[in-house]
């Protein structure tokens, strides 16, 4: 059993900038960010594989950076320029399995997740 705890949501204007943390139990190789807002599926942000490679969703590319710490079990979300829609609650997810891309499609492929944090955007 994996734990990951988030941390670091909260409210700001459109145009500014938030840090999303997350902490996991233990090492997984796929870790990723996603969000849902009410009455949407959850979507895929961002993800990374333990070398550093990224990948990310269009709506966020230049906008967001994901980066992670190996020795210290822990996942970033830096997201700038905010906007009313990037408002959902964001989890993030991670897996042991080894996969040649960490995907932002299929959430199945992420075994674990956290319990959520909430970022809201105001205009």
């Known amino acids: 059993q994996v734990q990951l705890v988030e941390s670091g949501g909260g409210s700001v204007q459109a145009g500014g900038s938030l840090r999303l943390s997350c902490k996991s139990s233990?090492?997984?190789?796929?870790l990723g960010w996603f969000r849902q807002a009410p009455g949407k599926e959850r979507e895929g942000v961002a993800a990374?594989?333990?070398?550093?490679?990224?990948f990310y969703a269009d709506s966020v590319q230049g906008r967001f950076a994901i980066s992670r710490d190996n020795a210290k079990n822990t996942l970033n979300l830096e997201m700038n320029r905010l906007k009313p829609e990037d408002t959902a609650t964001y989890y993030c997810?991670?897996?042991?399995?080894?996969?040649?891309?960490?995907?932002?499609?299929?959430?199945?492929?992420?075994?674990?997740w956290g319990q959520g944090t909430q970022v809201t955007v105001s205009s």
């Open positions: 990374i594989l333990p070398d550093g490679t990224t």
């Open positions: 997810a991670a897996d042991r399995e080894w996969r040649r891309v960490c995907g932002l499609k299929e959430l199945d492929e992420y075994k674990y």
């Open positions: 233990a090492y997984t190789y796929c």
